[in-house]
């Protein structure tokens, strides 16, 4: 079965610090872009951002309002993506999804059942 | 950025009736565009790629036209089962952004 389980969310101080990791299965995850889309409270969606495969690069890619305050890293031997948050902000308050396109390309057909980050003091 | 606005924000109609959302990209972006489909306290679910392509699973009555700038996703007959709110998404390069979403209910 194609699963993604996110971990690691949870209430944090303003200017605070917090690392989401989603752990994959059913699919070769090394071969994976994968994806961060968050959901505020009563709101939309909003890609956050993605990493490349390791074989396409590797590289990241960024939502404007995280840029250089979020940073995403993937460990293929453990099939695991991770999302480090700092400088964290209310307004980053969401459930926060780990996807990918696992049978197709340039949507994203698997989706992780999320976690919830909340920023408050 | 590429920014895409969706239309309506929120539509009202009858089961059996023929929906239609349209997606507007500022830029074109080819046939770059997906579709979502989220119902009330679920996980988003991928209903069409590539602008036109059924995902595997999805019923009949969803298709998906459109390339460059416009696109629409049409429920040929609207069921209660599809009482959601339907986002579309650019995917031809980063930023993958979406649009702000359609709430679809049942009159």
């Known amino acids: 079965e194609v699963q993604l389980v996110e971990s690691g969310g949870g209430l944090v101080k303003p200017g605070g610090s917090l690392r989401l990791s989603c752990t994959a299965s059913?699919?070769?995850?090394?071969?994976?872009?994968m994806n961060w889309v968050r959901q505020a409270p009563g709101k939309g969606l909003e890609w956050v951002g993605r990493?490349?495969?390791?074989?396409?690069?590797?590289?990241?890619d960024y939502a404007a309002p995280v840029k250089g305050r979020f940073t995403f890293s993937r460990d293929d031997s453990k099939n695991t993506l991770y999302l480090q948050m700092n400088s964290l902000k209310a307004e980053d308050t969401a459930v926060y999804y780990c996807?990918?396109?696992?049978?197709?390309?340039?949507?994203?057909?698997?989706w992780g059942q999320g976690t919830t980050v909340t920023v408050s003091s | 950025d590429i920014q895409m606005t969706q239309s309506p924000s929120s539509l009202s109609a009858s089961v059996g009736d023929r929906v239609t959302i349209t997606c507007r990209a500022s830029?074109?972006?080819?046939?770059?565009l997906a579709w979502y489909q989220q119902k009330p306290g679920t996980v988003p679910q991928l209903l069409i790629y590539?602008?036109?392509t059924l995902q595997s699973g999805v019923p009949s009555r969803f298709s998906g036209s459109g390339s460059g700038t416009d696109f629409t996703l049409t429920i040929s007959s609207l069921q209660p089962e599809d009482v959601a709110t339907y986002y579309c998404?650019?995917?031809?390069?980063?930023?993958?952004?979406f649009g702000q979403g359609t709430k679809v209910e049942i009159k």
């Open positions: 590539a602008a036109s």
């Open positions: 830029q074109g972006i080819s046939n770059y």
């Open positions: 998404q650019k995917s031809n390069s980063a930023p993958w952004t």
């Open positions: 996807t990918t396109g696992a049978w197709v390309y340039y949507a994203m057909d698997v």
């Open positions: 059913g699919f070769t995850f090394s071969n994976a872009w």
């Open positions: 990493i490349k495969s390791k074989t396409d690069g590797g590289t990241t």
